[in-house]
């Protein structure tokens, strides 16, 4: 069974930092892309970063370029996004996933003075 | 990066059909299609049809997704209480290497 398990959300101020993880497990983790998607409150998904499954070639939104990091660790089937200088509209729900069939729970991201 | 479009709501009758649009462009619905997923209020979306009209193990035949040039389909057919929720459609859009989202249709059972 896939399962994808997020962690390291939490509160933090407008400019610091953060680091989400994903932990998969029930499918060979080397084999496939994986994404982050996040929704603000009360809003709509917003497709966030997406990796390769080698990590040679990443992708971002426009609004995150320059401030996240998309990462992963084959060896220990877990995906990561650093997040740096954030911004109160970087509030919401982060999800990881595999394509789009398979996600995990989310991790909540409050941004807040 | 601009994103689908979709109509923000859609009302209909207890086993009536409804069709869901979104509407992109030759770089992203018009390429390869669209997939599109459910989301019920505070749980994760649920893929349900991708590339147009694939449908994951499970998925409800209930369920058909179409595409006419840049504009993707959804057909949900004898509509039941539990497909009250959100619908998002979504694609590559490979002149930004991105995926986008519509803003998404609430769907109302009536």
């Known amino acids: 069974e896939v399962q994808l398990v997020e962690s390291g959300g939490g509160l933090v101020q407008p400019g610091g930092s953060l680091r989400l993880s994903c932990a998969a497990s029930g499918f060979t983790f080397s084999s496939f892309g994986m994404n982050w998607v996040r929704q603000a409150p009360g809003k709509g998904l917003e497709w966030v970063a997406n990796?390769?499954?080698?990590?040679?070639?990443?992708y971002y939104v426009d609004s995150v370029k320059g401030r996240f990091t998309i990462s992963r660790d084959n060896a220990k089937n877990s995906m990561y996004l650093q997040m740096d200088s954030l911004r109160v509209e970087d509030t919401a729900v982060y999800y990881c996933?595999?394509?789009?069939?398979?996600w995990g729970q989310g991790t909540l991201v409050t941004v807040s003075s | 990066q601009a994103g689908l479009t979709q109509p923000p709501s859609v009302s209909k009758g207890l086993r009536q059909t409804a069709t869901l649009t979104c509407t992109g462009n030759s770089n992203n619905v018009g390429n390869q299609g669209a997939a599109w997923l459910q989301q019920h209020q505070g749980h994760p979306p649920k893929l349900l049809s991708y590339?147009?009209?694939n449908r994951p193990s499970g998925i409800s035949e209930r369920f058909s997704a179409s595409r006419s040039g840049n504009t993707a389909s959804l057909t949900i057919t004898g509509l039941q209480p539990e497909d009250e929720a959100d619908y998002y459609c979504?694609?590559?859009?490979?002149?930004?290497?991105?995926?986008?989202f519509g803003g998404g249709t609430k769907l109302t059972v009536l």
């Open positions: 990796i390769k499954p080698d990590g040679s070639e990443r």
């Open positions: 996933g595999r394509s789009l069939e398979y």
């Open positions: 590339r147009n009209n």
């Open positions: 979504s694609a590559w859009d490979y002149s930004l290497s991105a995926w986008v």
